[in-house]
């Protein structure tokens, strides 16, 4: 674990100190430490402290007993402990426990400790489906259905917010995703935002490693139409299938993503 030591005085000053990740640790990851200084605190006084302390840190926030993290700014931050972390990014709530320092004439500790999996999992997960405008009808069926399967699809009608630029919303849509599908038809001719959507997904690939997949799918029409596939989507595996639930499968076997275990309905 990688930490970060928050030491609150008697006075009210902060002192921070970090450690780095000791190489012989199985498990890699976050722990933020606060250690209450204060003479005398009660357990029932430990959040607000903390609460009251955190105003003056841009990487905490709280809500309640709820406490989140942006991970983002703390790796620029504290960049010499967290440079080679590609998975130090986002904002994530993280539970907290309290301790006794005992080597510290027992002063309290509540610490807050996420590992690099747990953090991992914690990625969005939604699903951008990237389509002509005359291919609507057909990815609301494949959008209902990944739904209907318990995953998080992302189509333009739905998820941008009205007064949203389209390209700030398709952007957004694509941070949020951990694959991109493109259904690529004999209509599929590129009016400057498909170009964006294949450039956003090639750029949340580079970003986000083996956790965004990009899945181009080749859909011939009635006439057996021919399909250009869009030069920036070459370099990428895409597949034919031959009918909608071979194109359904292909999406599934390709994402980074599992459901959970199958259970009854309730």
């Known amino acids: 674990m990688r930490k970060i030591a928050i030491t609150i005085a008697n006075s009210g000053t902060t002192y921070i100190n970090t450690e780095s990740h000791e190489t012989w640790h199985e498990e890699d990851g976050i722990t933020v430490d606060f250690f209450l200084g204060r003479e005398g605190i009660r357990e029932k006084e ?7 302390q955190v105003r003056e840190l841009t990487w905490i926030t709280c809500e309640g007993n709820k406490f989140y993290f942006n991970l983002s700014i703390i790796k620029e931050l504290y960049s010499s402990l967290f440079e080679s972390c590609s998975w130090m990014k986002g904002e994530i709530e993280i539970p907290y426990t309290n301790d006794i320092d005992l080597t510290s004439d027992n002063i309290p500790i509540v610490s807050f400790s996420a590992s690099k999996e747990e953090i991992e999992s914690n990625f ?3 699903i951008f489906l990237s389509h002509r405008g005359s291919n609507k009808e057909m990815v609301r069926e ?12 992302w189509l333009d009608e739905d998820a941008m917010a009205a007064g949203i630029t389209l390209d700030r919303g398709i952007l957004e849509g694509m941070k949020d995703s951990c694959a991109c599908v493109f259904f690529i038809t004999p209509e599929y001719k590129d009016n400057g935002y498909l170009e964006d959507e294949i450039n956003y997904a090639k750029m949340a690939n580079r ?16 006439k057996e139409s021919d399909i250009d596939i869009p030069d920036l989507l070459k370099p990428y595996v895409w597949k034919k299938p031959s009918s909608s639930l071979e194109a359904l499968r292909e999406i599934v076997r ?11 309905r309730r």
């Open 46 to 52: 430990y959040l607000p402290a903390i609460r009251n």
């Open 124 to 126: 969005p997960k939604k």
């Open 142 to 153: 494949y959008f209902s259905v990944l739904k209907e399967l318990g995953y998080e699809p």
């Open 207 to 222: 970003e986000k490693g083996n956790k965004f997949t990009i899945i181009t799918l080749e859909l011939k029409d009635e």
């Open 254 to 264: 390709a994402l980074p993503i599992s459901l959970g275990k199958t259970n009854w």
